[in-house]
């Protein structure tokens, strides 16, 4: 079974059990990104995945170090992932480059956080992951995290593959998966502002996680997960 039939079945069997409404709010779909938003970034997780993103380039596709970071920088800008770029240009392994870059040791950076998982327990809609990276790194992290049983799916980059975030095509494909017509039934929250400025643009609500300040480029900010369902019920 690919990843991308794995999210086909897991939401599936969640509506087999009856589709969840919202009492609160007019959300019945929350997308949550991965990293750098279930779990804070101090915790230097990201930054040990792009440096083996570093290490794939130069020593398994022998790009010269001296090219990597201008190359990241352009890919991420243009494709809106290194992954992206690297498999438009250099016809990269895309399963090997991410099982690659996501091999690290996850108990090392993560440890539960118990009020995280209750507030996202309490949420009356339904929640799914919506991330850059793919479903087994997904599985890791959630597991760590131990959140993976709240949430219904995982849309990872194999299921929305040619597309990615911050790309439309990609929320669609999102959409589709969580079962939703409506994006304004629909919650993105993100660490990258491109990512909730895109949420925005194809008419869903936006989030933009670990800043103070949203400036237009969210309906709000989130530096504190306690203050998630005021939140949800004030942009609602
Ligand atoms: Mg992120």
């Known amino acids: 079974m690919t990843p991308a039939n794995c999210a086909f079945f897991q939401i599936e069997a969640q509506f087999a059990g009856g589709v969840l409404y919202n009492r609160l709010m007019r959300f019945t779909t929350i997308f949550f ?15 040990a995945i792009k440096n083996r993103m570093n290490e794939y380039m130069s020593e398994r596709m022998k ?21 992206h770029g690297l498999r438009n240009h250099h016809n990269v392994d895309v399963q090997d480059y991410l099982a690659y870059v996501h091999d690290l040791p996850l108990d090392n950076y993560l440890t539960p956080d118990p009020a995280l998982r209750s507030i996202l327990a309490s949420l009356p809609t339904r929640k799914l992951i919506f991330t850059n990276a793919d479903v ?3 599985e890791r992290v959630l597991a760590a995290l131990n959140l993976r049983d709240l949430f219904a799916a995982i849309v990872d980059v194999n299921t929305v593959m040619p597309y990615c975030k911050p790309m439309p095509e990609s929320f ?33 609500s936006s989030i933009l996680y670990g800043e103070t300040l949203a400036n237009g480029d969210a309906d709000a900010s989130l530096s504190d997960w306690n203050e998630l369902v005021g939140i949800l019920e004030k942009i609602s």
């Open 63 to 83: 790009i010269p170090v001296e090219e990597i970071p201008k190359l990241r920088e352009k890919y991420y800008l243009q494709y809106g992932t290194t992954l």
């Open 136 to 138: 087994p790194h997904a």
């Open 172 to 204: 669609d494909i999102a959409m589709r998966i969580a079962g939703e017509t409506d994006p304004s039934r629909c919650v993105m929250i993100d660490d990258l502002p491109r990512t909730t400025r895109a949420a925005k643009q194809v008419g869903m």
């Open 33 to 47: 990104d991965l990293d750098d938003t279930l779990y804070p970034s101090h915790v230097g997780l990201w930054g």
